[in-house]
């Protein structure tokens, strides 16, 4: 355990998913973390892990779980980047932001998200 200080965050979903990656395959990392303070930190060497989960089959499944919603997550942004316009894309974002709620406009107009 290592003690950091640091006065900055910035927190980015793809390079976490490649740090948890990286203890499945050996491969490069991308995630960096600034604490915004003093900070205890605790580090899993790719050998613990693995051995953690080959004692663990409940762990082992909650991180195969983990790992195909990463897979789906990925694929879905494949594929609207594909087939979806940026208008499309927009659409579809906004959708899911509001979970097909009903939207209201400035003048008094409404229309469902759905």
Same mark, same amino acid.
């Given at each position: 355990?290592?003690?950091? &200080?640091? !006065?900055? !965050?910035?927190? !980015?979903? &793809?390079?976490?998913?490649?740090?948890?990656?990286?203890? =499945?395959?050996?491969? +490069?990392?991308?995630?960096?973390?600034?604490?915004?303070?003093?900070?205890?930190?605790?580090?899993?060497?790719?050998?613990? =892990?693995?051995? +953690?989960?080959?004692?663990?089959?409940? &762990?082992?499944?909650?991180?195969?779980?983990?790992?195909?919603?990463?897979?789906?997550? !990925?694929?879905?942004?494949?594929?609207?980047?594909? =087939?979806?316009?940026? +208008?499309?894309?927009?659409?579809?974002?906004?959708?899911?932001? +509001?979970?097909?709620?009903?939207?209201?406009?400035?003048?008094?107009?409404? &229309?469902?998200?759905?």
């Amino acid at each position: 355990m290592r003690t950091v &200080a640091r !006065s900055c !965050s910035r927190s !980015s979903a &793809a390079a976490t998913s490649s740090a948890r990656l990286a203890l =499945f395959d050996e491969g +490069t990392r991308s995630a960096t973390v600034t604490a915004l303070n003093e900070t205890q930190v605790l580090t899993l060497s790719r050998q613990d =892990f693995m051995a +953690t989960l080959e004692r663990n089959h409940e &762990a082992m499944r909650k991180m195969l779980a983990l790992l195909a919603r990463t897979v789906r997550r !990925s694929t879905s942004r494949v594929e609207d980047l594909v =087939f979806l316009d940026l +208008t499309g894309r927009v659409a579809k974002c906004l959708i899911a932001r +509001t979970g097909g709620q009903r939207a209201r406009a400035e003048g008094g107009d409404s &229309a469902t998200l759905s």
